[in-house]
């Protein structure tokens, strides 16, 4: 197979598989999500980045990593000079779990249950774009992609290098969101006046 051959079938069977995805009805939130929100980029890129589940903004759009967690991550993907064409970006959850707070929807943790029924979906992207490296966004994406312990007993954290027992390399970083939260890039103060930023651009690309 030539190499555009290759990269013309695994975006056919992403097209497929985000299609069948868009009728899933394995968790319960299905329903009272917008839409489901598949991966997107290069379907054969070398770095898949994963993270938790759509936030309130990616699920109106339908697309991963559009809100204020996704620009920090565009950032910090700028800073790394990586090209943002040859990366692949996709969640470990495909739906917007969230609560009802008035007319705000707050952000929710998947249960167990959500998980594993999203899981499939997210072993078959990496199976399709078979990247030499994932990177895994926090914690949920880490559990999802390792498991409590990965294939050398290691138990995942920020900042470790994972192996898969399908050999496959997992980088695990901090969530953008985390990054939010303690503060980097609030009240107009540049990202790189941060002392995380830089922590977390290591662990990105150690
Ligand atoms: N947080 C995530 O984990 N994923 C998104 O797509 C957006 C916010």
Redesign the pocket.
């Known amino acids: 197979v030539t190499l555009a051959a290759d990269k013309a079938a695994a975006r056919a069977r992403l097209k497929d598989l985000a299609a069948q995805a868009a009728r899933c009805d394995r968790c319960p939130v299905a329903s009272c999500a917008t839409q489901t929100?598949f991966g997107r980029g290069h379907p054969r890129a070398e770095v898949m980045l994963v993270?938790?589940?759509?936030?309130d903004h990616?699920d109106r759009a339908g697309r991963?990593?559009v809100?204020p967690?996704?620009q920090l991550l565009q950032q910090a993907i700028a800073a790394l000079g990586w090209p943002r064409e040859a990366l692949y970006v996709t969640?470990a959850v495909k739906h917007f779990h969230h609560t009802l707070r008035g007319s705000r929807r707050i952000h929710k943790t998947p249960e167990q249950a959500a998980l594993a029924a999203c899981l499939d979906w997210l072993e078959a992207e990496v199976d399709a774009v078979d990247p030499p490296l994932i990177v895994a966004?926090?914690q949920t994406a880490a559990r999802a992609l390792l498991g409590a312990a990965d294939a050398d007993g290691a138990v995942p954290r920020a900042g470790g290098l994972h192996r898969r027992a399908d050999g496959r390399a997992v980088l695990v970083a901090w969530?953008p969101?985390a990054l939010l939260r303690a503060g980097v890039g609030q009240g107009g103060a540049p990202v790189e006046d941060h002392p995380r930023w830089a922590a977390w651009l290591a662990q990105l690309a150690p």
């Open positions: 929100v993270g938790e589940q759509p936030g990616e991963p990593f809100g967690a996704g969640n966004l926090g969530h969101s």
